[in-house]
C-alpha cells in the first residue's frame, strides 16, 4: 500500500504522514511514499481550473496505480481522488481516508493507542458529506486507552476553511470559525482532533489567537500514540 500525504501535510504537517505510517506499520502494513507524489488537484477544480487539474489528477493515477490501496490523512483529498478524479476521466486507484481504511479495510477499531487527554473530535465536511466516514473515526477514539472523549456540539456544522473560501469570504469564513470555537471551547477539551489538517490549522489558528490552550492534534497522531511512545507536541 501507500501513503498520499497530501500537499498540506507534506510541507505544513509532516509529523501527520510519520504517524501514518507508524501507526499502520504497527499494524502490519507494509507502506511505501512515492517520491513523485504531487497534488490532487483539488484547489485548481474548486476554483474554477478544472482544465488545470486534468494533469494533477493524471499524475496520480500514473504514481499510486501499482498499488493495492492508497490511504491519505484527509478525506477532502480523498474525496477528490475518488469523487472528482472520475469525472477528469481518470480511474485511480482505490484511496482510502484513513478512518475507513482502518475499520473497513483493516476491520479494527481498537489500533493499540494510548493517549491520556480530554478529547474532542471535528468531522471534516469531505469526510462527513463526500465519503460518508461516518461514525468511524469516534469508534477509534472510543477504543484509545486513558482517552477521555467529549462530543463536540453542533459537530456537523462547517468551520469555515473549505481552502479558497476563506480567502474569498473572510468575513463568512471567520463568523463560521467563531462559532466552531465556541463549542470546541464549551467542551472543555484539551485537544481539538480531526482527519484533515486544513481544518484543524483554521480552528487551531483561531484558539491560538484567543490563547485558549487547546491543542489541535489529528487523528493519525492520536492513534499512533501507545503508552511506550507517546504522541509529543512538535515544537
Known amino acids: 500500500m501507500a501513503l498520499f500525504a497530501t500537499c498540506l501535510t507534506d510541507t505544513f504537517f509532516p509529523s501527520t504522514a510519520r504517524a501514518v505510517v507508524r501507526l499502520l506499520e504497527r499494524l502490519g502494513c507494509s507502506v511505501e511514499f512515492p517520491l513523485d507524489q504531487t497534488c490532487c488537484g483539488q484547489m485548481h477544480f474548486n476554483t474554477g481550473y ?27 483529498c480523498a474525496g477528490m481522488v475518488r469523487e472528482i478524479h472520475p469525472t477528469l476521466g481518470e480511474s485511480p486507484p482505490r484511496t482510502f481516508e484513513l478512518a475507513e481504511f482502518l475499520v473497513d479495510v483493516l476491520g479494527v477499531t481498537d489500533v493499540g493507542a494510548w493517549f491520556p487527554h480530554r478529547v474532542t473530535y471535528h468531522p471534516t465536511c469531505h469526510s462527513l458529506r463526500m465519503l460518508g466516514v461516518g461514525d468511524k473515526p469516534m469508534a477509534l477514539l472510543r477504543a484509545v486507552k486513558g482517552l477521555d472523549l467529549v462530543e463536540l456540539p453542533d459537530s456537523t456544522q462547517c468551520c469555515g476553511f473549505g481552502g479558497t ?8 469564513s471567520t463568523a463560521m470559525l467563531a462559532d466552531k470555537m465556541r463549542c470546541v471551547l464549551d467542551t472543555g477539551a ?7 489538517n486544513s481544518c484543524l490549522m483554521h480552528i487551531g489558528g483561531g484558539l491560538s489567537r484567543l490563547r485558549a490552550g487547546v491543542r489541535p492534534v489529528h487523528l493519525a497522531e492520536i492513534l499512533a500514540s501507545t503508552e511506550e511512545d507517546p504522541w509529543r507536541a512538535t515544537p
Open 190 to 196: 484539551e485537544v481539538l482532533s480531526a482527519g484533515d
Open 50 to 76: 478544472r482544465e488545470h487539474s486534468k494533469p494533477l489528477a493524471r499524475k496520480y493515477t500514473e504514481v499510486f496505480s501499482g498499488y493495492d490501496y492508497v490511504v491519505a490523512p484527509s478525506g477532502s
Open 165 to 172: 473560501f476563506a480567502v474569498k469570504n473572510a468575513e463568512t
